[in-house]
């Protein structure tokens, strides 16, 4: 059974550019929420997706957005790359009306912005 | 103040010792609790949820919520050197909070 798959697992990226992060959600789940890691930090929400809509939104500027296919699978894109964008993306899925610590995460992506 | 408070460590002890990692929560309206652990380059695998007050005990690990002090602990008995990762605690508030995180590292 396949958990949750994230690509790629690094990048390196350029300032002001921008990136798009991939998620496929463990079978049997449909909601997907993304979570960004700071060295020596605990992981920060970002926001969640659920049929295809953003259902909540932590304390992220709008340079960062994203998309929930069909499939489940979701997007992660960070425009206007800033240095401190650097950080260890975490893509964690559930079930949207579940149990409320069935949260499984991917390995993430480690985003090195230079 | 933080929502989840977490002391960041680092924890160093021998093998065979009981640890004790600790967190404090600001928001009483949500009641559940995971304690979760990371390896190097890896993402967070949950380890152990409670509800509201009270243990939970699953082989080595045990889970202890106080509710009236807003305290959440994990305790981890004979400690091995494979138990060395970070230990992230988190609260459920429809998402995730999560503290800083606690690095341990057990020593043969």
């Known amino acids: 059974d396949a958990g949750v798959t994230q690509s790629p697992t690094h990048l390196i990226k350029t300032r002001g550019q921008q990136v798009t992060l991939r998620c496929s959600p463990k079978?049997?789940?449909?909601?997907v929420s993304w979570y960004q890691q700071a060295l020596g930090q605990g992981p920060q929400f970002i926001f969640q997706?659920?049929?295809?809509?953003?259902?909540q939104r932590g304390n992220f500027p709008d340079r960062f957005s994203g998309h929930q296919f069909p499939n489940y699978s979701s997007e992660l894109n960070v425009n206007a790359l800033l240095l401190g964008d650097s950080a260890l993306y975490l893509c964690?899925?559930?079930?949207?009306?579940?149990?409320?610590?069935?949260?499984?995460f991917g390995s993430g992506t480690r985003l090195t912005v230079v | 103040q933080k929502e989840v408070e977490q002391d960041p460590g680092p924890l160093s002890v021998p093998e065979g010792a009981i640890v004790s990692l600790n967190c404090t929560y600001s928001?009483?309206?949500?009641?559940?609790f995971m304690w979760y652990r990371q390896y190097s380059r890896k993402g967070p695998e949950l380890l152990m949820y409670?509800?509201?007050?009270g243990n939970k005990e699953d082989g080595r690990f045990t889970a202890q919520v106080d509710k009236s002090s807003k305290y959440i602990s994990l305790f981890i008995r004979d400690s091995q050197p494979s138990d060395s990762a970070t230990y992230l605690c988190?609260?459920?508030?429809?998402?995730?909070?999560f503290g800083t995180g606690t690095r341990l590292q057990v020593f043969p």
């Open positions: 964690a899925s559930s079930v949207f009306s579940g149990t409320n610590y069935g949260y499984t």
């Open positions: 079978s049997g789940h449909d909601t």
């Open positions: 997706y659920y049929e295809e809509e953003e259902r």
């Open positions: 928001n009483s309206a949500f009641q559940y």
């Open positions: 409670t509800y509201s007050s």
């Open positions: 988190a609260q459920n508030t429809d998402k995730l909070i």
